[in-house]
């Protein structure tokens, strides 16, 4: 009888397999001394020297950052991982698990003059930055008032008073047209509450003495009665313009909206002067200013033109700031041809140099806290040390006074667009190029011998573009996730990430320039002009810079009202500063764009587009977008300048009383 047959295994076969297990766990060997040595040596692969620390330069993986805890670990694992760690501290690397690290984590610096200064210890900033300012944009949206009596409300306990006569027309044309934060309009009150501390016959004559001074390129617009159109009143234009109201455009348009809303009847008497340039005219004594608002806070008035001239101690740009401010407390040398003096640190965009970012851009602005920025700004620049400010303070409407001027903000209507042309504004997936895009004209100041024009913002963004190629630039947070320690950043070659990352340049022809003196001729040289691009070609951006030109920024609407990301530099507030939210709705610089490399980088990424944050681009640039669509329509400038012509009326009547909404009266 034949025996059952029994497979034979053979001892090849078990072999192979013996061998086919130890290749894998050769490889797993292999794969791990691998990756230890390449977060070992990492930086990126076009880092040239690193400045991160080895906390910083070694990055776990995902999976080795979900360790299990120790009391779930057997004592053999526990020994090896202790062997390790030992291993890993002798050779300078130190290791921490998410909740370690996290817990370790710095807070940065916040300064009342608006900058935050960077923690090494702590995470990448914009996070922060990002995160408070989504805070503080819902609790204004969720915190504005719902009806009429919710507005006095607030009104009353902001400023102190009573609103202004017509706010309850105001409130109307509010909820008809559905405008949004409708207690946010703490700019006007800005503009007027030193005049609350004035007598209004001294504002009376004031503002007509300076209507008909020859040659002073106004214009004055009002009414005489209440139930009069709103007209020209008076002019200093030159002849060849007032006939056609070229320079008086923006005041044209403003009255014509007010018009077509019907509500010119409900706007009492005043007059209302001018200033049709681009820059600001009312540079106002600090000791006179301050004087007014304390007054006004403790609703009392003092004769203006009966007070002895207040002392001017500078006779330029510092008189207009607090004897106690960094400005006036900085030795600053006018004269000086490059500002390094201004920076304790050196130049901020050395490695040795604290980082900061914005985090109140407001405060940003005012040269007084930071006063670099009179050496870094054409409107500074161009008048050295400064103008002589004025002894009296005269109400002149202006587009976009700095921090330091006092001329009253109106909501300008010139180039206002509804949207973008069709097909000029892909997607956000289908905007092709991801270098930062700027173009425009050499604006911002005269070019001639006897101005220091290289120190003027836009010679100085071509040169952060352009010049110094063949340095190095330190990035804060490349490889650098949320959660984990920013460290110093890395140092890489300018020559390689400048031109492959920046598409800025300056277009069109030489503008602004003496001839004569050779001028423009070292303008053109001196940088690369090239041709004016369309809206569609400047839709395929992602990223976008925006920077102050002569004075405000004409484009900026434009730029919102597309999705991509908006970098904005300025020294101007305007009319909806307290209506947008920065780090929300676009990205802000500072002028010296100390801040743009890193700011850029983190949504941008590297050469090879690692390391960024495209989702987080992605989403400021749709939300701002919405926000052009939603608060800055038409209707917005009608509100706007409809409330800021009923304060106005109001504060330079003699019957302040009564030109009061009283609207406590008709509860009863």
């Not at 995470?123 to 990002?130: A, E, K, T, V």
């Not at 600090?286 to 007014?292: C, D, I, R, T, V």
């Not at 010296?592 to 983190?602: G, R, V």
Request: charged share 25%; hydrophobic share 35%; glycine share 6%.
């Amino acid at each position: 009888m034949l025996s059952p047959k029994v497979p034979r295994i053979s001892r090849w076969c078990t072999r192979r397999q013996f061998i086919f297990v130890a290749a894998l766990y050769l490889i797993y060997l292999f794969a791990s001394y691998t990756r230890n040595i390449l977060h070992g040596g990492h930086t990126t692969n076009i880092t040239v020297k690193t400045y991160l620390d080895p906390i910083t330069a070694i990055r776990t993986t995902t999976a080795r950052l979900k360790q299990q805890k120790k009391s779930n670990q057997q004592p053999e694992t526990r020994f090896i991982d202790r062997q390790k760690k030992e291993k890993d501290e002798k050779n300078g690397y130190k290791k921490f698990s998410w909740e370690e690290q996290s817990a370790v984590l710095k807070k940065h610096k916040l300064h009342t003059n608006g900058l935050l200064e960077v923690n090494p210890n702590g995470q990448h900033p914009i996070y922060d930055l990002i995160e408070k300012s989504e805070a503080a944009w819902k609790a204004k949206l969720k915190n504005a008032s719902r009806n009429l009596h919710e507005a006095v409300i607030e009104y009353e306990r902001r400023y102190g008073r009573k609103p202004p006569l017509g706010f309850d027309m105001w409130w109307k044309y509010v909820e008809d047209n559905n405008v949004q934060l409708p207690d946010e309009y703490d700019q006007i009150n800005r503009d007027l509450e030193a005049y609350w501390g004035i007598r209004p016959q001294d504002l009376q004559i004031v503002e007509f003495t300076h209507e008909i001074l020859p040659n002073a390129d106004t214009y004055t617009l009002g009414k005489l009665n209440m139930q009069d159109p709103i007209t020209l009143l008076n002019y200093s234009l030159p002849h060849n313009t007032s006939s056609n109201y070229d320079m008086a455009e923006g005041g044209r348009m403003t009255v014509e909206l007010l018009r077509k809303a019907g509500l010119e009847q409900y706007i009492p008497p005043f007059r209302a002067t001018f200033n049709p340039h681009d820059s600001p005219e009312m540079l106002t004594n600090w000791n006179l200013w301050s004087e007014a608002v304390t007054y006004a806070k403790e609703g009392k008035t003092f004769s203006m033109l009966n007070s002895p001239l207040p002392d001017d101690p500078h006779h330029g740009w510092l008189t207009a700031c607090d004897p106690a401010s960094p400005a006036s407390t900085t030795p600053i040398d006018f004269g000086a041809p490059y500002p390094a003096h201004l920076w304790p640190n050196g130049d901020p965009m050395s490695p040795s140099h604290t980082r900061t970012f914005i985090h109140d851009h407001r405060a940003a602005m005012n040269p007084c806290q930071n006063p670099h920025i009179l050496r870094q700004h054409g409107q500074f620049v161009k008048f050295g040390k400064g103008v002589g400010p004025r002894t009296r303070i005269h109400p002149i409407f202006s587009f976009s006074p700095s921090t330091l001027h006092h001329d009253i903000i109106f909501a300008n209507p010139m180039n206002w667009v509804r949207d973008i042309p069709l097909g000029a504004d892909p997607s956000w997936e289908d905007k092709s190029d991801e270098r930062l895009h700027w173009r425009g004209a050499n604006t911002g100041i005269h070019y001639s011998k006897s101005i220091l024009w290289r120190l003027s913002h836009r010679v100085k963004m071509m040169e952060w573009a352009h010049h110094n190629l063949y340095s190095g630039l330190r990035i804060l947070g490349l490889g650098v996730r949320k959660g984990e320690r920013i460290g110093e950043g890395a140092v890489v070659e300018k020559a390689r990430w400048a031109p492959a990352m920046l598409d800025i340049a300056f277009a069109g022809n030489v503008l602004n320039c003496e001839k004569e003196d050779g001028t423009c001729d070292e303008l053109r040289n001196m940088f690369e002009w090239r041709k004016r691009i369309g809206f569609s070609d400047a839709g395929k951006y992602k990223y976008i810079l925006d920077i102050d030109g002569n004075a405000w920024s004409s484009r900026f609407k434009r730029l919102m009202t597309t999705s991509s990301c908006i970098f904005k530099a300025t020294i101007y507030p305007e009319w909806f500063t307290d209506r947008i939210q920065p780090w929300v709705h676009y990205v802000p610089v500072q002028i010296d764009l100390s801040d743009l490399w890193d700011a850029f980088t983190f949504f941008r990424g590297d050469l090879n587009g690692d390391f960024g944050h495209d989702d987080l681009a992605k989403e400021i640039g749709e939300a701002g977008r919405v926000w052009s669509h939603t608060f800055w329509r038409q209707e917005d400038l009608v509100a706007y300048n409809f409330r800021l012509l009923l304060e106005y009326a109001r504060v330079m009547s003699t019957d302040r009383q009564a030109m009061s909404f009283n609207h406590w009266a008709s509860k009863f």
